[in-house]
């Protein structure tokens, strides 16, 4: 007999975006421009000098993160400044914060389970 849900399915809309905010963050570089952009609006030059990559890295991946919507950009004189306009995001740094904690920075033994094997007598 299987399991009853005892949370409520997520709509198919929401799981195709959740999805493709995934895939957008899936890029070390991105999440850290990202994590720069958290304390507010940021302009190229500013993300450069945090994330220590050239202006045309930070530009093609800052092309990425807006075309996915993740982002947003402004233009002030000859300045573009970024912000973060997906509310997900803060969620997801937030949960890669606090699923990498030091105890499991060493070697992590996982037990697999199969969800459809029958309990075993704890003999």
């Known amino acids: 007999m299987a399991a009853e ?3 409520p399915r997520i709509d198919q809309s929401v799981m195709d ?3 493709r905010v995934i895939r957008v963050l899936g890029h070390p570089l991105r999440l850290r ?3 720069a952009m ?3 609006e940021r302009n190229v030059t500013e993300l450069v ?3 220590g990559v050239s202006q045309a890295t930070v530009s093609q991946q800052l092309a990425i993160l807006r075309l996915e919507g993740v982002v947003g950009a402004r233009r002030d004189g000859l300045r573009v400044f970024y912000r973060i306009t ?3 995001v803060a969620s997801i740094l937030a949960c890669i914060r606090a699923c990498d904690l030091p105890e499991l ?3 992590v033994e996982l037990t697999l389970v199969d969800p459809h094997a029958s309990p075993r007598d704890p003999a």
């Open 33 to 35: 421009l990202l994590e």
């Open 17 to 19: 975006r959740a999805a």
């Open 105 to 107: 920075q060493g070697p």
């Open 86 to 88: 997906e509310p997900k």
């Open 49 to 51: 000098a945090e994330v």
């Open 5 to 7: 849900r005892t949370t």
């Open 38 to 40: 958290e304390v507010g």
